[in-house]
């Protein structure tokens, strides 16, 4: 089991400390952990946010547990030495298209959550968002037009072939769970979403046993805090699945409890090649203070252990430690509660 421990900036390596702190008591059988460096940090040390030989250790991996990259002193410069560039590229080097970011409520921890708790309960969605197309990756600049104004641009564009090897993730979910599938698209107004809209009515012919509908994203907003029971599965885009997955993770309390595995087509000898992370960024107001609610990263390592290493026990066992540690009141900052990033850990480990 080799796995890149990429941590990254601000509070991604407090995070991810907690995180790998959990896979070694659980005894994983050929456990090696490997690191690397990886935006502000790669940048001040080696000039660049993705340097070659953090791309390898990512490459020669199982698996990579991803912490945060972001870093206000990097804003300034040119975009492609910017931080979140590493993420950017390592997404898409890696060719991990399919990003998965479940939100859900736990039974008893409705109180976590600021919806009331009779929404707050039917709360339990899996948000499937395409992560290596639409206008993250397309052209962009800025230009002075005619007028001598300045003018900023971003293509947004979807090939067919990206919009259906994501909608056949969501579709396989939805079939496996037993789930709704719901496509949020913007389609009453871009073309590349009525494209997206197509093809996954296409695909959705491959899957007579699952149900589809289709969502504006506004609307979808709306409804995930006013009748979250609503959705299963969301399918989307990657700048929808951007936003709707910071809005989940509100409403489900913090953005500091939301996981997300990003996966492609590559297998390995243990299961599916894939990289971890919290939804969250690095923090910077509260890095190097100790404060960062370490869950979101630990519940990465639990969909790594399950996706990628096909150990499905020990993911659920990690999920079921996070679930106590939170029932019994150990709480950080983010959830109105003065427990810090390392009794947060060692609380969980307590309870696995
Ligand atoms: N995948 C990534 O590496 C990733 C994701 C999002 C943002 N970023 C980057 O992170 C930097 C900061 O971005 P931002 O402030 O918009 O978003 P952010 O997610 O870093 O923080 C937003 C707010 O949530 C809080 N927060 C986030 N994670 C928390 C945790 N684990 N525990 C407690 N509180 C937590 C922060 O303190 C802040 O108030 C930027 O440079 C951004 O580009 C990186
Ligand atoms: C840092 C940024 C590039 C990234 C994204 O927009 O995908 C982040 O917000 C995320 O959600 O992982
Ligand atoms: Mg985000």
Avoid at 193 to 205: F, N, Y
Wanted: a negative charge; charged letters at 20%.
């Amino acid at each position: 089991m080799k796995i890149a421990v990429l941590p990254g900036d601000g509070i991604g390596p407090e995070v991810t400390a907690e995180a790998v702190a959990v896979l070694e008591s659980l005894a994983l059988p050929g456990l090696t952990l490997f690191s690397g460096d990886v935006g502000g940090a790669a940048y001040h040390r080696h000039g660049v946010p993705l340097p070659d030989e953090t791309l390898e250790v990512a490459r020669v991996a199982d698996a990579i547990l991803f912490g945060a990259v972001g870093d206000p002193a990097c804003d300034a410069l040119e975009r492609h030495l910017r931080p979140e560039q590493a993420i950017l590229g390592l997404r898409k080097h890696l060719g991990l298209f399919a990003n998965l970011r479940p939100a859900r409520v736990f039974a008893g921890l409705e109180h976590l959550s600021p919806l009331r708790t009779d929404i707050a309960g039917g709360l339990d969605l899996l948000i499937v968002r395409e992560l290596t197309g639409d206008v993250y990756f397309g052209a962009k600049g800025q230009r002075v037009t005619d007028d001598g104004e300045r003018e900023g641009w971003d293509a947004m564009s979807y090939a067919e072939h990206e919009v259906r090897r994501i909608a056949h993730v969501a579709f396989r979910a939805a079939a496996v769970s037993g789930q709704p599938l719901t496509s949020v698209d913007k389609a009453n107004v871009l073309e590349t979403s009525q494209l997206w809209r197509d093809v996954v009515i296409e695909v959705a012919a491959e899957y007579p046993g699952v149900t589809l509908d289709h969502m504006y994203v506004d609307n979808a907003a709306m409804q995930v805090v006013s009748h979250p029971d609503r959705f299963g599965v969301v399918l989307t885009g990657n700048l929808f699945g951007d936003i709707l997955s910071d809005l989940a993770s509100a409403a489900v309390g913090s953005i500091g409890l939301l996981p997300s595995a990003s996966l492609g087509e590559r297998q390995t000898a243990h299961g599916t090649y894939g990289l971890y992370e919290p939804i969250h960024g690095s923090a910077p107001d509260i890095a190097g203070q100790g404060k960062a609610n370490p869950m979101a990263t630990i519940l990465s390592a639990a969909m790594m252990l399950r996706h990628s290493f096909g150990r499905e026990d020990d993911a659920v066992r990690i999920e079921a430690a996070v679930a106590r540690t939170l029932a019994d009141g150990i709480l950080g900052g983010d959830l109105g509660g003065s427990h810090g990033t390392a009794a947060i850990g060692a609380a969980v480990r307590e309870r696995l």
